[in-house]
């Protein structure tokens, strides 16, 4: 970690892996000290190199947790919520803690794809079950936290299901909790400097899979999903995404985004 000088302005920027270190770099070059949040050791890698003012690691704790963060911090001209898309609860935190500070506070939205391969746009998983799925080799690329949910509806409406899970403890746990069977299930994690996608083609090749769904989060995973349905010629089903809460100031895209933080 380094130290600014101290007339600097000062953002606190809660973010993954996907945007977080490219919004970091650009702050940076524009003068600015940053202080970086995020949810683990191995998310906190991805900023290495950078000279953030400083870096938390781990969950907030809800609102006490934001509103006691805000206290330590002084003078600081932005919060920034690049949070994932579909991380709803800790963007309503943020809004309401804020608010409630008159801190501003500015959330940032990746831009929605394009592109032909997206068959279906779903409002929420639960859709799944209205649909004629019978016959359908179904592959759940949707992360853990509501696998089994997602799983249920679609299996009553006929799918054949698949999952990959990360190896982790939540991972593993959620693709359990879904029921899937031993051999529809692959818990691996990329090998570093692996090709990215060549798990997920060589999954959907093994599998014999006809159909995808997965979250509409931008980004390079929703990329990559569109490119390989377009590849294998696979259904594509996208689970829409969130609305970010209502009354914050939302920007889509980078240029957008540096444009409102330096001018705003």
């Not at 919520?81 to 935190?93: G, L, N, Q, R, V």
């Not at 649909?131 to 679609?154: F, T």
């Not at 798990?199 to 995808?212: D, K, M, S």
Request: charged share 20%.
């Amino acid at each position: 970690m380094h130290d600014p000088p101290i007339d600097q302005p000062r953002v606190w920027l809660l973010a993954g892996t996907g945007d977080g270190p490219r919004l970091t770099r650009a702050l940076l070059q524009r003068h600015w000290r940053v202080r970086v949040s995020v949810v683990s050791p191995a998310a906190a890698a991805a900023y290495r190199g950078l000279a953030v003012e400083s870096i938390a690691i781990g969950a907030l704790g809800g609102m006490q947790g934001i509103a006691a963060e805000l206290k330590r911090q002084t003078s600081l001209r932005w919060v920034v919520d690049a949070t994932h898309p579909f991380a709803t609860k800790i963007s309503e935190d943020l809004a309401d803690v804020c608010l409630a500070a008159q801190q501003p506070l500015l959330r940032f939205e990746r831009p929605c794809e394009q592109g032909s391969a997206a068959t279906h746009l779903l409002e929420d998983g639960a859709a799944l079950s209205t649909m004629a799925l019978a016959g359908q080799r179904l592959l759940l690329a949707i992360g853990g936290r509501h696998l089994a949910e997602i799983a249920a509806a679609a299996g009553s409406a006929g799918a054949e299901l698949f999952a990959r899970a990360m190896p982790t403890q939540l991972g593993v746990r959620s693709a359990l909790a879904a029921g899937l069977p031993p051999d529809h299930l692959a818990v691996l994690r990329p090998l570093q400097g692996e090709p990215p996608g060549q798990v997920e083609r060589a999954l959907c090749r093994r599998w014999g899979i006809t159909a995808v769904v997965c979250r509409q989060s931008g980004g390079t995973t929703e990329r990559l999903w569109r490119r390989i349905a377009e590849e294998q010629q696979l259904s594509l089903m996208l689970l829409r995404r969130p609305a970010p809460p209502s009354g914050v100031d939302t920007v889509v895209g980078e240029a957008a985004f540096l444009e409102r933080i330096d001018h705003g």
